[in-house]
Each structure stands twice: as structure tokens, then as C-alpha cells.
């Protein structure tokens, strides 16, 4: 039995599998439409994150399973102390999968050793959020047909943003890429990120503004500036609207540079960039459900 | 040097960084072991200038020797039995510690769940650097 706790969990090789079968998925959802008759995940969801847990919840109802599960903490027994341990034994009994959200790091993990059924990390505090990196990966290679050979700018929160980091590290195991770090200075990438690309030999950048650099990209990752991430509201003031993705910087880029960004957004990307071609947030989400269901038929051997 | 008596049976622990064989003794739970330990503080050393000396006699089974080879893998185990050295051994660091060291990230699931044990998995050989094995924070000795 597999569980995923980590976008690194999958070698390269199956993660191309997982992906072929996403794309399938995608082609013809009807040859799917009851692979999982029968089966329940269960969505633990210690904390709120909707969007996650509806993905989750969508995935396996498209393939004709069923949903369980509780979608944060105080509806749940952890309000009455219990741990995750028993909780996961409990769960165990009553479903075939589980994805779970919690604030605190690890908890995934400690889940999985204790649990009887697969075991999704779909998010554990500011660690690790796999499923997210999954369908940035999908994204990426179902528009661009490649994960390899091009530039990609990051920009944005680098220094506390989870979802960056994994994606990097999920990337640095692919040919060709150069990365693009567009952040200020108070929230470039942390010094392990570097080290890990020095050793490797993968080319990088850093740059403040978004404006010099956007015409050599062929992927630009957006992110949100995180209100929770800084300590006085000054600094959030400030720092929120330093990077604003606008028709006029649009302008500049490539015919076929993709936008992508984890969602939600603030006003990082103003609407007005909505209805340009290249914007694939909204197209990313519907990603993000075909690979969770890809991963759910994987972790289920249902393939 | 100050001589302390010869032991039958046990350990004795060389080249132990000045001043470090306190917290050693601690490490080693020898406080809780009914047995015959000396403690040499600031030994004379042509290799370290000072050091001290953990005299320990025991069962050779009872050390504890991951723990002490993730403390300080310099240290020299010297097994005695009979009265001679017998055994030379090299301290490997270990692959994990269990309960040893306890993460100290505010954010990770053991900070709630105090009933989960307390592991470090060996994240980096050369660097001599370990991760908590739920949340991959690095432990901090100096922290
Ligand atoms: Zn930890």
C-alpha cells in the first residue's frame, strides 16, 4: 500500500504514468465514470481549505465513488482531543482512501503509519501540499507537452511560499530549466532552494521586477502575497501590490507564455488578464481534478 | 595523570571534548545505571590539549552506542573485559534517533501530540545534519 506525502514520494517515471493517465482521464472521463463504484474517501479536513477538499470530493464522485468526512477542526472528535492516530484507525474502517488537511506538520505522515488505507497529504501546515504540485506539473505538461527546456519566472512570495519550493524541487528533476526568481528582497528564496540548484548545476535568477524579465518566459508562476505570513500589516501594506500582473505587462511576453497561479488570488493578477489566452489559472483547477483522480485510481491499484 | 582504578568490565570513553562528559553521563542515562562510573575532567591530551574521560563499569551490552556516535562520533570506545581493552570500536553515525532529541519546531504535529516519539532521520552524512522525520526541520543543537 502507497500513501503520498510528498510530491518527491513518485519517481519521475511514475509520476509520467500518473500524468498519461490524467490526460486519458481528461479525453474520456465516461471509461472512468465508475472505476471507483463502490469506494469512499474520506476527506479530513482539520482545517478549511474548500477549494482542496472539493477537488478531492469531485474526483471520486466523477468516478463513481463516494464522499465522506469532516472539513474542519471543530466539527470533528479532534475538538474533543483525539489524536490523529486514532482518528486515522477510525477513518480506516469506514473508507478507502483518505486525504488529510491539517495545520500541523507532519500530521500526514503520523497518519499514514497508523492507517489501514492510502493516505493523502492534501496539506500539512506550511510543509507540504503534494497534490498541488501534481497539478502544477500536469498543467504544465498538458499545455506545454513537455517538462523540459524552458524558463520559468516564479513570482512573488518566494520565501514563505510552500507551493514555490515544492514546485522547484519538483522541476529541478527535469532537463532544461531556468529559473526566474521575481521577488523583493524581503521574500526571496530561502538559501536551501539555492544551494540545492548550485548543486545540481541548474541555471537561476534573481530579479526584482517583473517588467525586465517577463519577455524571456515561457511559464510565469504567480503567487499570493499571505496577510498570515507577516507580523505587522506595514510590511503587508507595502509588500502585497509590488508585483501586479496587468494587460501591459502581458504585453511583453511571449505568444505562448502560460500564467499559472495555486489560486486564490488576490489582485496579483488583475482580471483584465482573465480572458487572455494565456491566462490557465482556471484551466490549472480543472487540472487539478484530473490528476487527483489519476492518484486516487494509482494509490487505489485500480489502474 | 590522575590515576582512577582499573575497572573489569565496561567501557571507557576517550577523547571526549573538555567539559562535554557531564552532559554525556546524562545522555547515557548513567544516572540510572547501578554501576561504578568515573568522570575525568581536563585530561592532558597531545591530540586535543584537554580532554575528558568517561570510565563506565557495566555489562558491554548496556551502552547505548547510536546515541553517543550522534552526540560526538570523534570519541574513542575503548571495550574492557577482564581488565584489557578488547575491542576498539568506531562510532558510526546513526541512520535515526528515537527519543534522543525532541523537535523543537513550534509548528510540527509533536508539538500537539506528545505521545508520538520524538524521530530524526540522518539527512546529510557529510554535514552531519538531521531531520525531524514529520515536519523535515533541522536539528539545532545550539538552538
Ligand atoms: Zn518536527
Same mark, same amino acid.
Given at each position: ?10 519517481s ?7 500524468f ?15 472505476r471507483?463504484a463502490g ?9 478549511a481549505s ?35 492516530? !486514532?482518528?486515522i =484507525?477510525?477513518i480506516s ?15 500526514a505522515?503520523?497518519a ?7 493516505? $493523502?497529504?492534501?496539506g ?15 498543467t504544465? =505538461?498538458?499545455?506545454?507537452?513537455r ?14 511560499? =510552500?507551493?514555490? #519550493? ?5 522541476l529541478?528533476r527535469?532537463?532544461d530549466?531556468h529559473?526566474?526568481f ?10 536551501y532552494?539555492? @544551494? ?6 541548474i541555471?537561476? @535568477? ?15 508562476y ?10 505587522n @500589516?506595514?510590511?503587508?501594506? =507595502?509588500?502585497k ?19 499559472? #497561479? ?10 483584465e ?17 484530473y ?7 494509482t ?5 | ?7 573489569? +568490565? ?23 545505571l547501578?554501576?561504578?562510573?568515573? $568522570? ?11 580532554k ?10 548496556m551502552?547505548?552506542?547510536?546515541i553517543?556516535?550522534?552526540i560526538d562520533?570523534?570519541?574513542t ?26 523537535c523543537k519546531?513550534?509548528?510540527?504535529i ?25 515536519c +523535515?526541520?533541522?536539528? !539545532?543543537?545550539?538552538?
Amino acid at each position: 500500500m502507497r500513501h503520498l506525502m510528498n510530491p518527491l514520494d513518485f519517481s519521475v517515471e511514475e509520476l509520467d504514468t500518473l500524468f498519461e493517465l490524467a490526460m486519458d482521464i481528461e479525453k474520456n472521463p465516461e471509461k472512468y465514470a465508475d472505476r471507483c463504484a463502490g469506494k469512499k474517501i474520506a476527506t479530513c479536513f482539520y482545517e478549511a481549505s474548500t477549494r482542496t477538499r472539493l477537488s478531492f470530493e469531485a474526483a471520486m464522485i466523477n468516478l463513481g465513488g463516494s464522499v465522506i468526512g469532516f472539513s474542519d477542526a471543530n466539527s470533528s472528535s479532534a475538538s474533543k482531543g483525539e489524536s490523529v492516530s !486514532d482518528t486515522i =484507525r477510525v477513518i480506516s474502517c469506514f473508507a478507502d482512501i483518505c486525504a488529510m488537511r491539517h495545520p500541523k506538520e507532519g500530521a500526514a505522515m503520523v497518519a499514514a503509519s497508523r492507517s489501514s488505507i492510502p493516505v $493523502i497529504n492534501a496539506g500539512d501546515g506550511g510543509h507540504q501540499h503534494p497534490t498541488q504540485t501534481l497539478t502544477d506539473l500536469l498543467t504544465i =505538461r498538458s499545455l506545454k507537452g513537455r517538462l523540459n527546456h524552458f524558463t520559468i519566472g516564479l513570482c512573488g512570495d518566494l520565501k514563505f511560499g =510552500r507551493t514555490v #519550493h515544492s514546485l522547484i524541487n519538483a522541476l529541478s528533476r527535469y532537463e532544461d530549466i531556468h529559473f526566474i526568481f521575481i521577488s523583493p528582497e524581503e521574500l526571496r528564496v530561502p538559501d536551501y532552494i539555492i @544551494e540545492m540548484l548550485k548543486e545540481k548545476n541548474i541555471p537561476y @535568477e534573481e530579479v526584482i521586477k517583473l517588467e525586465d524579465t517577463i519577455a524571456q518566459l515561457d511559464l510565469l508562476y504567480m503567487t499570493r502575497v499571505q496577510r498570515e505570513r507577516f507580523f505587522n @500589516e506595514e510590511d503587508y501594506v =507595502r509588500l502585497k501590490d509590488f508585483y501586479i500582473l496587468d494587460k501591459k505587462k502581458m504585453k511583453a511576453a511571449k505568444e505562448d507564455m502560460l500564467v499559472l #497561479h495555486p489560486l486564490p488570488r488576490v489582485n496579483e493578477i488583475s482580471v483584465e488578464v482573465d480572458d487572455d489566452p494565456r491566462a490557465v489559472y482556471f484551466k490549472q483547477v480543472q487540472y487539478g481534478m484530473y490528476v487527483r483522480m489519476a492518484l486516487i485510481l494509482t494509490l487505489l491499484e485500480l489502474v | 595523570m590522575l590515576n582512577v582504578g582499573k575497572i573489569e +568490565e565496561g567501557f571507557v570513553l576517550d577523547h571526549i571534548e573538555a567539559g562535554k562528559s557531564l552532559s554525556l553521563y546524562h545522555h547515557l542515562q548513567l544516572d540510572k545505571l547501578d554501576c561504578t562510573v568515573a $568522570i575525568i575532567k581536563n585530561a592532558r591530551s597531545n591530540k586535543m590539549g584537554k580532554k575528558d574521560i568517561l570510565k563506565v563499569e557495566c555489562d558491554i551490552n548496556m551502552l547505548d552506542l547510536d546515541i553517543l556516535a550522534f552526540i560526538d562520533h570523534n570519541i574513542t570506545v575503548n571495550v574492557i573485559k577482564d581488565g584489557e581493552i578488547v575491542d576498539k570500536r568506531e562510532l558510526i553515525l546513526p541512520r535515526e534517533i528515537k527519543n534522543v532529541i525532541h523537535c523543537k519546531n513550534p509548528r510540527c504535529i509533536t508539538s500537539i501530540e506528545q505521545e508520538l516519539p520524538h524521530i530524526f532521520f540522518l539527512a546529510d552524512e557529510e554535514k552531519e545534519i538531521y531531520r525531524c522525520k514529520y515536519c +523535515e526541520e533541522k536539528y !539545532d543543537s545550539k538552538k
